[in-house]
């Protein structure tokens, strides 16, 4: 009895903000260089938006990009248009068992000469586009927008990948056959589930969006020193911006779970003190002092 009451008054004494000043006085204080790159990471994230160019070039990089959206509109949705139609004919004209015939053969080489002109046509958007890019660069402000809009869409795919994942992992908690439990359990899962999933989403988007940055920068026609610098840039405030996100989650659900567990041990030590509470008993009827303690 006296173990159960000194553990249920050491989680009463736990300081949620006290350990969480002490924890992060200690990172400061023993590494500093981390620290510092991931302040200038959550600093980039927030207010980088790159250079400006001048008005001329503004105007040059949205000719350009017109003109490369004019022939992704007209030409290239009209060969992928052939790609579709050329495809259902060599679907149509395959035998039992993938087996071709001349007919077949006919058909699936006009699907390769469908599929060649599509890559030709996208092949000379994407000249046209990076013929604007290398004009501005990686480091101007339609560079810079360019990674951010690619950021934001790699980290909704991540969440994308949580919700669906939890809501599979939800279903198959509910189906029948399995270990009864309460509703309080149940949502204590999905909760972790969910936190399991975001991370694994956010990391494996984080990995994705890394390719789309090199991508981004090779086709911006950067030199080596300059696209490997930007590079580094994009990561650290990457790393940052997805790193607190996360911790952050971490925290509300172990405070989350510290406030439960705190109210738990409140409620055990108040029904303790009801055990433990004299009750009066009555040992003889209509006596004088016929009353006395009795303890549970």
Not at 3 to 25: C, H, P, S, Y
Request: hydrophobic share 45%; charged share 20%.
């Amino acid at each position: 009895m006296a173990q159960r009451q000194a553990a249920v008054q050491k989680v009463e004494d736990l300081d949620i903000g006290a350990i969480v000043v002490r924890t992060a006085t200690s990172v400061v204080k023993n590494k500093p260089i981390s620290v510092s790159l991931w302040v200038i990471g959550l600093l980039l994230a927030a207010f980088a938006n790159g250079f400006s160019v001048d008005d001329a070039t503004r105007e040059a990089y949205q000719l350009t990009l017109d003109h490369a959206e004019s022939v992704g509109s007209d030409e290239l949705n009209k060969a992928l248009r052939s790609v579709q139609r050329a495809d259902e004919k060599y679907y149509n004209a395959k035998g039992w068992f993938w087996s071709c015939n001349d007919k077949c053969q006919k058909a699936y080489d006009q699907l390769n000469m469908a599929k060649a002109e599509a890559k030709r046509i996208q092949g000379k958007r994407d000249k046209i586009v990076n013929e604007a890019r290398k004009e501005v660069g990686i480091w101007s402000t339609f560079g810079v927008k360019e990674v951010r809009d690619s950021f934001w869409r790699a980290w909704q795919s991540g969440k994308d990948f949580a919700a669906r994942y939890t809501m599979m992992d939800a279903f198959f908690m509910m189906m029948p056959g399995g270990r009864e439990e309460s509703m309080v359990s149940f949502i204590a899962k999905i909760v972790m589930q969910y936190v399991i999933n975001l991370t694994m989403g956010l990391i494996g988007a984080f990995f994705f969006f890394v390719y789309n940055v090199y991508s981004l920068v090779c086709s911006y026609g950067e030199n080596v020193l300059s696209g490997l610098a930007f590079f580094l840039l994009v990561m650290v405030a990457s790393i940052a911006t997805v790193g607190t996100y996360l911790f952050a989650i971490y925290g509300t659900v172990a405070g989350g779970g510290i406030f439960l567990v705190k109210q738990a041990a409140k409620q055990a030590k108040l029904e303790a003190e009801q055990g433990r509470r004299p009750r009066q008993v009555q040992y003889g009827a209509g006596r004088p002092g016929g009353f006395r303690a009795h303890y549970e």
